[in-house]
């Protein structure tokens, strides 16, 4: 069977406000590179992508967009992102080549994911439609209004969701159609298709694969790449 075409979506047009630096956290750094590199290094590695579009403030692709675009063989296309992250990952999508089958969303500060963990969404997606990586829920959840604990939430079944996803580009044009018409905002892609009515497959992701969103975030990335944990290409 041919190999579908698969094009990348990474979305860094974030400010970054809950991490209180001066830039923003995608280009914040890890042993003397930018998250975003390090993101960048995986989907570079990963025999599956063909190619990414990344997805960036329109004022850093005015300072700074021909530099990732000419930095990185994996890097066709760099566009400015929108008010919201949905918005940028639209914005994303339309600068998908029109051949595209397939396209991953990954986001640009979660830079420990795996050219394996990938492989394995996309080859869901192929299958089922839609796939997110999402692991388990292990701690007692809490709900809570007003500062007190209102019930304990049963932690069956619940999982916590991650990226890489992946999705058929016909279904994900489909969501992004729907959503935009009842002006729905989802926390994730997997979100637009679910409010469409499919399916989402879930795919095994991992503990590491953190994201970047506050100050003890990258002192557990710096120990992460430290220790020779990461393995990019696994």
Excluded at 11 to 28: C, D, E, N, S
Excluded at 59 to 64: Q, R, T
Excluded at 127 to 147: N, Y
Excluded at 170 to 180: D, Y
């Amino acid at each position: 069977m041919q190999a579908m075409k698969v094009g990348a979506i990474i979305p860094a047009a974030g400010r970054g406000t809950r991490i209180g630096a001066a830039v923003p956290k995608q280009f914040l750094e890890l042993q003397g590179k930018p998250l975003l590199h390090h993101t960048l290094q995986v989907f570079s590695v990963c025999e599956v992508i063909d190619y990414v579009v990344l997805v960036m403030p329109q004022a850093d692709v005015d300072e700074s967009g021909d530099e990732w675009l000419h930095g990185y063989d994996v890097v066709r296309k760099v566009v400015a992102g929108g008010p919201q992250r949905q918005d940028s990952v639209y914005n994303g999508f339309q600068a998908l080549e029109e051949s595209t089958e397939i396209a991953v969303v990954h986001d640009g500060v979660r830079p420990f994911t795996t050219a394996e963990m990938i492989k394995e969404t996309v080859e869901a997606a192929e299958q089922h439609g839609a796939a997110i990586t999402a692991i388990p829920v292990s701690d007692t959840i809490k709900q809570v209004v007003e500062g007190f604990v209102e019930r304990t939430v049963p932690r069956e079944g619940l999982w916590r969701v991650q990226t890489p996803q992946a999705f058929q580009c016909g279904l994900l044009q489909k969501a992004f159609a729907k959503a935009r018409e009842d002006s729905y905002y989802g926390t994730d892609e997997g979100a637009l298709v679910e409010y469409l009515g499919k399916q989402v497959k879930i795919v095994s992701g991992s503990e590491l694969n953190i994201k970047i969103t506050r100050k003890e975030d990258l002192i557990l990335g710096e120990s992460l790449l430290i220790s020779g944990e990461i393995n990019f290409r696994q």
